[in-house]
């Protein structure tokens, strides 16, 4: 609806004419004077619009509004964490709005979200469906403390413009939490040379360096989440 004020202390205001836009105009002869307007998803008008105020004399005078179609969504934004794995249980998510150049970007409605799927052998299993995290308009940078080690994220953030065209911006990065610690055992210690100048007994070798020797130390480790990278001697 668009409202308009109109005035003549000589005659009188007669009518206001709303013109044609996305619908049909009309008189009103009645102040307030307003013009009811209806769209559907054919409009494609895009104009400035002028009302014209008459008085019973028959002068006029005129006033202009902006019926500006946006089907556009913003653009230019950013998401973005690290790749890789995390000992932590937070990931650190970066993002920016971008920019509308039609209706402007709505910040209230923006919505970080998060999918996620179980992390078993260093290898990430089917994701299930996005949804939010947080409230609306988070601040950039948003600690995700929700994370549980055994698990891969992603993330997305949606962006709003004030008629509602939205676009998610994404990173083909994925967050993968593993905050459990590796099970590793010393499982023999074997004398390769030198021998009777070392002796094993469980997990201790002695020694006597009088003489040489070599000895070899063999380990299990083991790690269901992300698997083992290295193991240390």
Request: proline share 2%.
């Amino acid at each position: 609806t668009v409202s308009a004020s109109a005035n003549d202390t000589i005659s009188n205001i007669s009518r206001v004419m709303f013109p044609e836009t996305v619908s049909t105009g009309v008189n009103d002869t009645t102040s307030p004077y307003t013009g009811t307007y209806a769209f559907d998803t054919s409009d494609t008008y895009s104009a400035s619009s002028t009302v014209v105020a008459w008085d019973n004399a028959g002068n006029n005078q005129t006033a202009s509004f902006t019926v500006t179609r946006d089907v556009t969504a913003p653009s230019g934004g950013t998401a973005s964490y690290t790749d890789g794995y995390y000992n932590a249980t937070s990931v650190s998510v970066t993002f920016s709005d971008g920019t509308d150049a039609d209706s402007g970007v709505n910040a209230s409605s923006t919505k970080l979200l998060r999918r996620s799927a179980t992390l078993t052998n260093a290898t990430c299993g089917s994701y299930g469906s996005w949804s939010q995290i947080g409230s609306n308009d988070p601040t950039s940078v948003y600690a995700d403390t929700s994370v549980i080690s055994g698990n891969c994220y992603q993330y997305q953030y949606q962006v709003f413009d004030n008629v509602l065209n939205d676009v998610n911006y994404t990173s083909a990065n994925t967050a993968k939490v593993d905050t459990g610690v590796p099970s590793v055992a010393v499982t023999g210690i074997t004398e390769d040379s030198g021998v009777g100048y070392q002796y094993v007994s469980g997990t201790t070798v002695y020694y006597n360096s009088v003489g040489t020797g070599n000895f070899t130390v063999s380990a299990s480790a083991n790690d269901t989440i992300s698997n083992i990278s290295r193991v240390m001697f």
